[in-house]
């Protein structure tokens, strides 16, 4: 098993440009969300995903979409860049039980930085 | 809604020292705790959790933390830290019901050697 990956490692962007962070795993999780970590504010989480075809925002979704069209892929796009989105990105994953999280497997980060 | 407090933001010690991360959090209900770690240049990896059962639990490298449900704490800690436990310490709390999780700002722990 993969376990959960992320593509690409680091981006440079522009303000104003559009980008796709990928995100797979390949342990049939039902449930994926959206990490940015930033110094001194934890990992706050953007969008979050029970299920194919389900999503919904965290605490911190402004600027970004997501969609979950397969159980295996959570793409988190960015709309329009803004230096605020500077960040490491993690995308996790981790069986749904019952209504509540089970342990949560992370993928490496992806570093954005937004000139 | 559901929040939690880390306390120590940057600890350092000396190996061999004993450990004690503070951990709060806030939810009117039923609760999973998480402490995950993060070491240098690596992904955030599970140390141990609690669901349900005995409130003191044990997970990976010698960690424990014990669930105290009246003072909404679940604190770290190890008897004696090594260099090798540099690294960042996050704890998190998911409501029953609730889907999604929510991390504290973390803790930075140095040990020095």
């Known amino acids: 098993n993969a376990g959960v990956t992320q593509t690409p490692k680091f981006q440079v962007l522009k303000t104003g440009q559009s980008m796709t962070l990928q995100c797979a795993q390949d342990m049939n999780h039902e449930y994926m969300s959206w990490y940015r970590q930033d110094p001194g504010m934890g990992l706050r989480l953007i969008h979050y995903?029970?299920?194919?075809?389900?999503?919904d925002q965290g605490e911190v979704p402004n600027g970004y979409n997501v969609s979950r069209s397969t159980t295996e892929d959570f793409p988190l796009r960015l709309l329009s860049a803004a230096p605020s989105q500077t960040s490491v990105y993690f995308c996790?994953?981790?069986?749904?039980?019952?209504?509540?999280?089970?342990?949560?497997?992370f993928g490496p980060g992806t570093r954005l930085l937004v000139l | 809604a559901q929040s939690v407090s880390q306390h120590n933001h940057h600890v350092i010690l000396s190996e061999a020292a004993s450990l004690e991360l503070g951990c709060n959090y806030s939810y009117g209900g039923t609760v999973n705790l998480f402490w995950y770690v993060q070491y240098p240049g690596q992904h955030l990896q599970l140390l141990l959790k609690?669901?349900?059962?005995?409130?003191l639990v044990k997970g990976i490298k010698g960690f424990e933390a014990e669930f105290i449900k009246s003072k909404f704490s679940f604190n770290l800690r190890k008897p004696s830290v090594q260099w090798s436990d540099t690294a960042e310490y996050f704890c998190?709390?998911?409501?029953?019901?609730?889907?999604?999780?929510?991390f504290g700002t973390g803790t930075k722990l140095q040990v020095i050697p």
């Open positions: 609690y669901f349900s059962g005995d409130p």
């Open positions: 998190a709390v998911n409501g029953r019901g609730y889907q999604k999780v929510t």
């Open positions: 996790a994953s981790s069986p749904s039980r019952g209504g509540y999280q089970e342990t949560q497997y």
């Open positions: 995903s029970v299920g194919a075809g389900i999503t």
